[in-house]
């Protein structure tokens, strides 16, 4: 077996030419048919796969693994799929979030504990993505980003519907006498009709948008629909460009820098992407030791204007944007205004600018010019503070009922989202369309694990009565496929002792997105009485990883990552133990 010169970091498992030290390794991956060839110093790919039939969104990409390894093997690669753990949004209790750190620690321990050179990242549901990214980044070694693709668009009594955001619509209709059961169950299957994460801009296809607005994923790579061939013609192409990456030594420390995440977030204004992505992208920050803090999300977005017109904001979905040129047309127009910092590195091995310069559109419906937006400039995602939210809040403006926008009402406060649950569909519910629907107990510690559940539907009485939207106050998230008044991620939550475990029902509240405010009219010495009061409710785990999740995770303006977390490790060959 013959040797290259050039000496891998997986050639400190394989390259040992006489003796046991690299038979031991080399004999039990032939146990697969290898050949000795496969040895001969050549870059060793892993690709990290969250394949999972419990994770629909992700149960395709086994076959998108196969174009990555055919990629691998035309460039002289020796490519290696592994399993990372599926967190789907769209099954796990209570929430995928809860799993996401574990999902990181558990991809950047593999990466690092193999004997790999390179590693492309297969992600797919909204988790996955910023998980693998985490992890990734924490070992820094050669990475490529692979996300799954979209599902083909929704048809329903023909028109199109999103995944999510008509959930929450035809909930509305149903408890409203709009709609029947039977007919949601025939539209339930309308939605979800192909492979594919949400063809809404949720969470999942915003992270996979900013994957691709970091420069960490092929060009226009974010919107091939999942059963589209050209998904699996471009994991072919980040098969083969992993190879050479390996050779660049080109790593996720030098794409994702800070220009990359600004770059990042001003296009996922652009797009009028998920709130979650202030959390993903500031989770990720933390491990590349980038600066990057809440503010920095309202600063760097507001000169930039909502140009896609895609559910839930407005009226397409992810299919549309595709064929009308998908991100990299977006990324255009900013770079064009001045709006994007053309220059930031991409696994290409280019700048994203060189990237996108030969970006068309092809339906401005979809994609609009910067100078005719869906929404204008300073109407995206707002970060709020005061009173009730000394550390942030967060408001999707693109989403939410401009008449609400500045508004004061009475509190109503229910201590966890069952609690309102409960007692929503009842009649004689005290609650006015004016009143301000407080939520908490639902942050990364509370519940735990920080789930979507901030948007809680409408009173039953009220929709009936004709209203369709109210001010919703809390301390968890809200599926990107949402839409509402709702202020999210307020922090520090309720169940640390934040301010907004101190409110009670029939305080005075008052939302002031364009002055960044959200205030509660309750003077400070009687905050701190009820403060002084306060007991913190007991903790959801004894043992196990709830536990340790509860100990050590950070706040949403942290990113909920956990604190010993944070930083990357880095890539060194760990010792042998044969």
Same mark, same amino acid.
């Given at each position: 077996m013959a040797i290259s010169d050039e000496v891998r970091r997986s050639q400190a498992w394989f390259g040992a030419v006489a003796g046991r030290s690299g038979m031991i390794y080399r004999s039990w991956l032939r146990n697969q048919g290898y050949g000795a060839e496969v040895f001969d110093g050549r870059p060793v790919i892993g690709i990290a796969s969250t394949w999972s039939e419990l994770a629909p969104c992700n149960a395709h990409l086994n076959r998108v693994a196969e174009s990555v390894k055919r990629g691998v093997w035309q460039a002289g690669g020796f490519p290696l799929e592994f399993p990372v753990m599926a967190t789907g949004e769209t099954l796990m209790r209570p929430t995928a979030m809860l799993y996401r750190n574990l999902l990181a620690m558990q991809a950047e321990e593999l990466i690092r504990a193999n004997p790999l050179d390179g590693v492309v990242l297969l992600s797919g549901c909204d988790k996955t993505t910023p998980g693998l990214l985490m992890g990734a980044a924490s070992v820094d070694l050669p990475a490529i980003m692979v996300t799954g693709g979209p599902m083909l668009n929704g048809?329903?009594?023909?028109?199109?519907? &999103?995944?999510? +955001?008509?959930?929450?619509? %035809?909930?509305?209709?149903?408890?409203? &006498?709009?709609? +029947?059961?039977?007919?949601? %169950?025939?539209?339930?299957?309308?939605?979800?009709?192909?492979?594919g994460h949400c063809m809404t801009m949720g969470t999942a296809s915003t992270m996979a948008c900013m994957a691709e607005a970091l420069g960490m994923q092929l060009p226009g790579s974010a919107t091939w629909p999942a059963v589209d061939a050209r998904r699996f013609e471009v994991a072919q192409q980040a098969g083969r460009r992993i190879v050479a990456m390996v050779d660049e030594d080109l790593r996720p420390s030098a794409v994702m820098t800070r220009a990359a995440f600004e770059n990042a977030i001003r296009a996922n204004a652009a797009i009028g992407g998920s709130t979650n992505a202030i959390v993903h992208l500031t989770a990720l920050a933390g491990r590349l030791g980038v600066e990057l803090g809440l503010d920095d999300f309202d600063e760097l977005a507001?000169?930039?204007?909502?140009?896609?017109?895609?559910?839930?904001?407005?009226?397409?979905?992810?299919?549309?944007?595709?064929?009308?040129?998908?991100?990299?047309?977006?990324?255009?127009?900013?770079?064009?205004a001045g709006l994007l910092d053309g220059d930031a590195h991409t696994v290409t091995g280019q700048s994203i600018g060189a990237n996108v310069a030969a970006a068309e559109c092809w339906n401005r419906e979809v994609i609009r010019p910067l100078a005719e937006p869906l929404q204008e400039a300073g109407t995206g995602t707002a970060v709020l503070r005061g009173n009730l939210a000394p550390g942030g809040a967060v408001i999707k403006q693109s989403a939410a009922s401009p008449g609400l926008l500045t508004h004061t009402g009475r509190a109503v406060v229910f201590d966890t989202p069952e609690d309102y649950h409960a007692v929503c569909d009842d009649p004689d519910l005290d609650i006015a369309a004016d009143d301000v629907i407080v939520i908490r107990g639902a942050g990364p510690r509370g519940y735990p694990g920080m789930p979507e559940v901030a948007n809680v539907p409408i009173p039953t009485k009220l929709l009936r009565a004709g209203v369709t939207d109210m001010v919703r106050i809390c301390d968890g998230r809200m599926s990107g496929t949402g839409y509402g008044t709702v202020v999210l991620h307020v922090t520090p939550e309720a169940a640390v002792g934040g301010p907004l475990a101190f409110v009670r029902t029939g305080d005075t509240v008052t939302l002031d997105v364009p002055a960044r405010s959200l205030t509660v009219d309750v003077p400070d010495d009687e905050l701190e009485r009820r403060r002084a009061a306060w007991k913190p409710p007991e903790p959801a785990h004894a043992s196990g990883y709830g536990w340790l999740y509860t100990q050590h995770v950070l706040q949403a303006d942290q990113g909920a990552d956990f604190d010993f977390l944070v930083g990357a490790r880095g890539a060194a060959v760990p010792r042998e133990s044969h």
């Open positions: 048809k329903f009594r023909g028109e199109d519907v &999103g995944s999510g +955001t008509h959930v929450w619509k %035809f909930e509305e209709d149903l408890k409203a &006498g709009r709609m +029947t059961q039977e007919e949601c %169950f025939v539209a339930e299957g309308c939605m979800a009709r192909s492979n507001r000169p930039v204007p909502t140009i896609v017109d895609l559910m839930p904001s407005g009226r397409f979905l992810m299919e549309d944007f595709c064929y009308a040129g998908g991100l990299p047309v977006v990324l255009r127009e900013l770079a064009e």
